[in-house]
């Protein structure tokens, strides 16, 4: 029965995107079609195959040898800091150093990828291939993967020229695809607090479900002539067009990290802070009234339609809630360890592909001050007006990319 109410959900999730679509005669069922399909398979074989699950457990592995690499710099730096077995103690070990410190080494080291031009190249290739399938425009496409690589806010400020050039319906289609990426040298944190298989396959389901979402709330028909990718990622070089020295662009990279540390540890206390202070005021309204209480009631429809008993839509419709108004690390730190390894195979699989992205209030303040410093008022007044559209389509792709998985693992 479960599995049925799985499959009901996935047609529901895209039944809400059809019903809030801007264009409903210009969707491209033919593509909604072909990527519904890539994503079934991708899901299937992530999670049903030796093959696919060896693939997903190597990933995972990979970026927890990073993170266990990135605490030799912590441990020298603050040994007393970090885990047991780099000499720290028992009660050492937190949000801050086992998920957080390891970015410090983790961004860079994707940075220099993007400096000899090995992210680049995989980005490109992959961007023209999922185009080619899909017949989705080539940039909306190369953004969709790789905004998952480098970040949403990154990959806006290095795509300037071609956000000007763009009409600005493209460029409403690009904010709401912003909602739902990851960064990739942010999954190591992830995986130090939720299981790192379903981390790693939510990643590529994300992408493909980014473009179902925004090709069903805003279609936009792009003709041959506007199919084009303007010059981007001029951003390693100065003013007179030279390459910016190796070890210049590492220290700025290795500064960007240390900013991006401190904006989420600064998030994560101010917003569970400001929770606890929601909470606190609720009750006096009603002592058992919370927060996290009213998200649940308003998720919680969304949940069951995963494919779950009603105490286990409950569980995780309090966690999505959660998670959008706050951010998927509240929702991490609070579930890591014993705690979500005491659910169930599904709910486990589906919360924790749900939480694999930046879909949430306070990304929607972000991405609209990438984009008024990128492209000219007018644009930035159209995605300022498409805040609703921009949390509906995260939300979307977080519930297909749940659907999706959650269907083969039970």
Known sequence: MYVAINILGLFVFVL?????????????????????????????????????????????????????????????????????????????????????????????????????????????????????????????????????????????????????????????????????????????AYTQMVPGQFVLTAVPINVINAIIVTNLLNPVKVSPEEDTIATVGSEDTDNNGKREPFFSFLGDSILGAGR???????????????????????????????LEGILGVVMFPFAWLLGMPVHQAWILSQDMGLKLVTNEFVVMGKVAGSVINSYTPHLRAVLTVFLTSFANFGTTGMIIGAFKGLVDKAKNDLIAKNVGYMLLSGILVSLLSAGFVGLFVW
Do not use: H
Not at 28 to 57: E, Q
Not at 60 to 72: D, P, S
């Open 16 to 188: 809400i995107g059809y019903l809030f679509s801007k264009k409903r005669r210009d969707i491209n069922w033919r593509s909604v079609s072909i990527m519904i399909a890539i994503n079934l398979i991708l899901a299937w074989f992530f999670t049903s195959f030796s093959a696919g699950r060896a693939v997903v457990k190597a990933a995972a592995e990979g970026f927890n040898w990073l993170v266990q690499v990135a605490y030799q710099g912590i441990v020298f730096a603050l040994p007393n800091w970090v885990t047991p077995q780099f000499g720290g103690t028992a009660k050492s070990m937190n949000f801050v150093t086992s998920a957080l410190l390891p970015v410090l080494m983790i961004v860079p080291l994707f940075d220099i990828l993007t400096y000899i031009g090995v992210l680049p190249w995989i980005i490109k290739w992959i961007g023209r291939g999922l185009s080619y399938i899909t017949g989705q425009p080539r940039f909306e496409s190369f953004f969709a993967v790789e905004m998952m690589f480098l970040g949403n806010t990154e990959v806006l400020a290095i795509s300037g020229i071609q956000l000007r050039q763009m009409r600005a319906e493209r460029n409403v289609t690009l904010a709401m695809m912003s909602m739902s990426c990851v960064t990739a040298s942010i999954l190591g």
């Open 260 to 290: 991006l540390v401190l904006i989420i540890t600064a998030n994560v206390i101010a917003f569970v802070a400001l929770a606890a202070l929601a909470d606190k005021l609720l009750a006096l309204i009603w002592k058992p009234l919370s």
